[in-house]
T-cell receptor, first 112, second 112 residues
Framework: TQLLEQSPQFLSIQEGENLTVYCNSS?????LQWYRQEPGEGPVLLVT?????EVKKLKRLTFQFGDARKDSSLHITAAQPGDTGLYLC????????????FGTGTRLKVLA | NAGVTQTPKFRILKIGQSMTLQCTQD?????MYWYRQDPGMGLKLIYY???????DKGEVPNGYNVSRSTTEDFPLRLELAAPSQTSVYFC???????????FGPGTRLTVL
């Protein structure tokens, strides 16, 4: 069974601080996605990483896929209150199935 | 485009009752998914479909059934509701197997 563990589970920081969220597994994934979910809504895709070692930037957010495609990180620079939400990673397996495995989630609160 | 729509938004069931959660997408996506999200947690895959007439089990299929008679619709059936099925249910669709998933707004179900 493939599992994705996210850390930390909860994070409360002041506006302007930097933070990193981790998504780890013992399994290899063909690709990994990061989503953000706001209260009462469905998750919305932020980025997809496919190649081991790949780094993608989305404004103040930097995403990295581990070289072995087993882990990923999300780094936010100068966090803002608008970054508040639940961050979820989701991995697509390499076995040819069409199932996504979602991580346990990181709930971020950025205080003004 | 409405994207992915789900009905109802809220529902309270008594133990042993049955209901169908509706999901419709207007993006002509072949891949559709049903997830449940327990409070403060990530998403767990219940069932998925890779096209009309084809469905398969996810991580937590027990107590649920699905059908996919058209590309647009992917209803989720709960038989004999139990308190353990209290959750928020999300339907999602994607154009490709490992592509971006588009989520509906969710159905909040309480079983008393």
């Amino acid at each position: 069974t493939q599992l994705l563990e996210q850390s930390p589970q909860f994070l409360s920081i002041q506006e302007g601080e930097n933070l990193t969220v981790y998504c780890n597994s013992s399994s290899v994934f063909s690709s990994l996605q990061w989503y953000r979910q706001e209260p009462g809504e469905g998750p919305v895709l932020l980025v997809t990483v496919v190649t081991g070692g790949e780094v993608k930037k989305l404004k103040r957010l930097t995403f990295q896929f581990g070289d072995a495609r087993k882990d990923s990180s999300l780094h936010i620079t100068a966090a803002q209150p608008g970054d508040t939400g639940l961050y979820l990673c989701a991995g697509a397996g390499t076995s040819g199935t069409y199932k996504y495995i979602f991580g346990t989630g990181t709930r971020l609160k950025v205080l003004a | 485009n409405a994207g992915v729509t789900q009905t109802p938004k809220f529902r309270i069931l008594k133990i042993g009752q049955s209901m169908t959660l509706q999901c419709t997408q207007d993006m002509n996506h072949n891949y559709m998914y049903w997830y449940r999200q327990d409070p403060g947690m990530g998403l767990k895959l219940i069932y998925y479909s890779v096209g009309a007439g084809i469905t398969d089990k996810g991580e937590v299929p027990n107590g649920y059934n699905v059908s996919r008679s058209t590309t647009e619709d992917f209803p989720l059936r709960l038989e004999l509701a139990a308190p353990s099925q209290t959750s928020v249910y999300f339907c999602a669709s994607s154009y490709t197997a490992n592509g971006e998933q588009f989520f509906g707004p969710g159905t909040r179900l309480t079983v008393l």
